[in-house]
Nanobody
Framework: QVQLVESGGGLVQAGGSLRLSCAAS????????MGWYRQAPGNQRELVAA???????NYADSVKGRFTISRDNAKNTVYLQMNSLKDEDTAVYYC????????????????WGQGTQVTVSS
């Protein structure tokens, strides 16, 4: 089955940077949209950034100008470059893939990664 594996999370000082990666695998032909969501304790899961196959992007207002999302369609991988990190960026970050087309299947499905912890210390 399709799997999304995140990497790159960890502990970083405020003002520092991290780069998250998410690789999708499992007989994938294409993915319409890939994105990053985050969820802090007691909060709802929120969209951080998303990128369509053609390259159009969408960012949460709270991260615009600090985070950059990108993807490598050939590798079915999405990245999130996080700069100028703040305490409020602390959360579990989840990779999301929407409209995943698998080989031999007519359908498209959506998938989530297991999440990676990002902790920003002041």
């Amino acid at each position: 089955q399709v799997q999304l594996v995140e990497s790159g999370g960890g502990l970083v000082q405020a003002g520092g940077s991290l780069r998250l990666s998410c690789a999708a695998s499992g007989g994938i032909v294409s993915i319409d949209t890939m994105g990053w969501y985050r969820q802090a304790p007691g909060n709802q899961r929120e969209l951080v950034a998303a990128i369509a196959r053609g390259g159009s992007t969408n960012y949460a207002d709270s991260v615009k100008g600090r985070f950059t999302i990108s993807r490598d369609n050939a590798k079915n991988t999405v990245y999130l470059q996080m700069n100028s990190l703040k305490d409020e960026d602390t959360a579990v970050y989840y990779c999301n893939a929407q409209g995943v087309k698998q080989v031999f299947l007519y359908r498209k499905s959506d998938y989530w990664g297991q999440g990676t912890q990002v902790t920003v210390s002041s």
